[in-house]
């Protein structure tokens, strides 16, 4: 059975993205279709404050881009040897929260202890902190459409066709690619199951007028997985 999901590929150190194993344990032929691309801004501004940890009482991680932000900034600025002596250490006197596992991974991997990757989502993590630190929050990367997306769909349903089940990973995406699988799909879009990453998600699919079959218990692939199985499983056996 073919599942599509709206996501950039990204192997992990067995050399494959974890969704497409994960879904594979189920026999679900994943496909991925990335539907966004990132701007990052406000680099310099970013910079600075990564240069002053005594100004603040930790770090949080909304993303993968997020982590991308600090080591472009380490890079372009030449503060990667500068990191590795001293800004590093001070920070991880102070904590990393992050939003899901891959962050986490990422985070760890520019050497920082993390933090309430196990809340789940976003609104979860809010929670965690809130009590705990005054926050100030800079934007370090936009959201614009992936330029291939629309010629990938259009491929994608002419050779696969109809997918039994759509993975939405975020509101923005939905936004970008909704118009064209309505288009493609036609009237047989009643016969996709819709599943979201997470609540925001979900609550855009059903702002726009979308069943929800499925939204991860968390946003891991086996989540995911186990979830979008459920969803068909209960669509098969109606």
Not at 150 to 166: D, E, H, R, T
Request: net charge neutral.
């Amino acid at each position: 059975m073919k599942v599509l999901l709206l996501k950039d590929p990204k192997e992990d150190d067995c050399g494959q993205d974890p969704y497409i194993r994960e879904l594979g344990l189920y026999g679900l032929e994943a496909t991925l279709i990335p539907v966004l691309s990132f701007e990052f801004l406000s680099l310099p501004s970013f910079s600075e404050k990564l240069s002053h940890p005594e100004g603040y009482g930790g770090l949080i991680f909304t993303s993968p881009r997020a982590v991308e932000a600090v080591e472009l900034c380490l890079e372009k600025d030449n503060k990667t040897e500068a990191w590795k002596k001293s800004l590093k250490e001070k920070w991880n006197a102070k904590p990393a929260y992050v939003v899901g596992s891959a962050t986490a991974s990422l985070v760890r991997k520019i050497g920082l202890e993390t933090e309430g990757e196990k809340c789940g989502n976003a609104e979860k993590l809010a929670e965690y902190i809130c009590s705990r630190i005054p926050m100030e929050s800079i934007t370090v990367y936009q959201k614009i459409p992936h330029p291939g997306i629309q010629g990938n769909l259009k491929s994608y349903f002419s050779k696969q066709g109809v997918p039994a089940s759509i993975t939405f990973f975020s509101p923005s995406g939905l936004t970008y690619s909704l118009q064209h699988i309505q288009e493609l799909a036609g009237d047989s879009i009643r016969q996709i199951q819709f599943a979201a990453i997470g609540p925001t998600t979900a609550r855009a699919l059903a702002a726009q007028g979308l069943p929800v079959s499925c939204t991860a218990e968390l946003p891991t692939p086996g989540a995911l997985a186990t979830g979008i199985r459920k969803a068909l499983h209960a669509h098969s056996c109606c």
